[in-house]
């Protein structure tokens, strides 16, 4: 099984080779492809704006595909996995419900020409409910980050960790007088 580095590496390798490809041959929508989902994998490994970037480098991937290809369902299919990538690292909601409205419409588009299709049917099937799982994270995240501050604050009225480890010294060094105390007290009485 890969390490997260080693997937980390390897989809880079992917994401390298895909795109040496498509510089030899510019209209080489599979490697056009392999790049978008490598950039996809490789936002996962990232977080903030350095995912949101790498996403939106990968939907400019998938897009070009599609222009070369305006037919081709598993580039379409990325770009709406894309999207929903998108609207989770966004912060602001309404972007984010507008990025699930671009992933659907991209889910729909791909069942249009292959209706059997169970992956395209749970991708829409899952991106219909992103509001509400969009809305869960964003509470845990609010709950995370109030927490965090609220131990901030007991953390600087406390003061600093030095006094801390002062006082834990201070009392590590009377324990250990006590005792030699004791054991000297205790040899000199049986003596």
């Not at 949101?52 to 222009?67: G, I, K, M, T």
């Amino acid at each position: 099984m890969f390490g997260s580095s080693d997937r980390e590496a390897k989809f880079e390798a992917v994401k390298k080779r895909a795109k040496e490809d498509f510089e030899k041959d510019p209209k080489n929508v599979e490697a056009l492809i392999r790049w978008g989902g490598s950039l996809l994998e490789l936002s996962h490994f990232k977080q903030g704006k350095e995912s949101e970037v790498a996403l939106n480098e990968a939907v400019s991937r998938f897009q070009l595909a599609l222009e070369l290809d305006p037919n081709h369902n598993e580039a379409r299919w990325m770009l709406g996995n894309t999207y929903t990538s998108l609207g989770f690292v966004s912060s602001d909601r309404e972007e984010a419900l507008q990025k699930f409205k671009l992933s659907e419409d991209c889910f729909v588009k791909c069942l249009e020409a292959d209706p059997d299709n169970a992956s395209y049917h749970k991708s829409l099937s899952m991106v219909k409910k992103a509001p509400e799982y969009y809305d869960e994270v964003q509470k845990y995240l609010s709950n995370s980050a109030a927490q965090q501050e609220e131990e901030q604050k007991v953390k600087a009225a406390s003061g600093s960790d030095f006094w801390w480890d002062v006082a834990g010294f201070v009392l590590l060094g009377a324990g250990i007088i006590t005792t030699l105390a004791l054991i000297k007290r205790s040899s000199d009485s049986s003596n």
